[in-house]
């Protein structure tokens, strides 16, 4: 009796060791697997934070997405039937677990969804602004700039009519300056033929004067 007590103790702490590693097993594997679908989801929601514009490749993405812990589920689950039935409350506790992480990584990635897609449209709201305020601005700028074109343009025209006017009034003048010099050489042209004309006279005159003086003499 002693020698079966033993022997059971034997097998029950045997027993229990391997149960113990079993468990020990199961939980460094249910952990690799925890931190490889952990991994998995920051690659994949990384990945699809990149290509958020492209819906069919994040729908893909995310249906490729859970095939996969489809698929690890199914193995996992195939792992755990081999088991015993000690095994099965382990089993539930990480089933729970997983569920509540993959229900809290949910709620993050919908929250981030949102939180992106705010982000995105004040971003969208601010460049539509943006570009609002300058078509408004390059609009006022040309409108200044043909505004001052119109101005350099009158003052432009001003200034040639007052040349042309400065150069029409001069024109007047020396017309008037070239009338009144040939005025004045025909008048002294005048005066000097009659002056002209009077000399011969009095030369006529005094030549005249001179024959009948010597006629008179000589008679």
């Not at 700028?141 to 505004?147: G, K, N, V, W, Y």
């Not at 010099?181 to 009095?202: G, K």
């Given at each position: ?71 690890s589920t199914s193995a996992l689950h195939h792992l ?140």
């Amino acid at each position: 009796t002693s020698a079966l007590h033993h022997l059971q103790s034997t097998s029950a702490l045997h027993h229990l060791q391997s149960t113990s590693a079993l468990h020990r097993l199961q939980s460094t594997s249910a952990l690799h697997h925890l931190q490889s679908t952990s991994a998995l989801h920051h690659l994949q929601y990384t990945s699809a934070l990149h290509h958020l514009q492209s819906t069919s490749a994040l729908h893909h993405l995310q249906s490729t997405s859970a095939l996969h812990h489809l698929q690890s589920t199914s193995a996992l689950h195939h792992l755990q039937s081999t088991s015993a039935l000690h095994h099965l409350q382990s089993t539930s506790a990480l089933h729970h677990l997983q569920s509540t992480s993959v229900l809290h990584h949910l709620k993050s990635t919908s929250a981030l969804h949102h939180l992106q897609s705010s982000s995105a449209l004040h971003h969208l709201q601010s460049t539509s602004t943006l570009h609002h305020l300058q078509s408004t601005s390059a609009l006022h700028h040309l409108q200044s700039t043909i505004a001052l074109h119109h101005l350099q343009s009158t003052s432009a025209l001003h200034h040639l009519q007052s040349t042309i006017a400065l150069h029409h009034l001069q024109s007047t003048s020396a017309l008037h300056h070239l009338q009144s010099t040939s005025a004045l050489h025909h008048l002294q042209s005048t005066i000097a033929l009659h002056h002209l004309q009077s000399t011969s006279a009095l030369h006529h005159l005094q030549s005249t004067s001179a024959l009948h003086h010597l006629q008179s003499t000589s008679a």
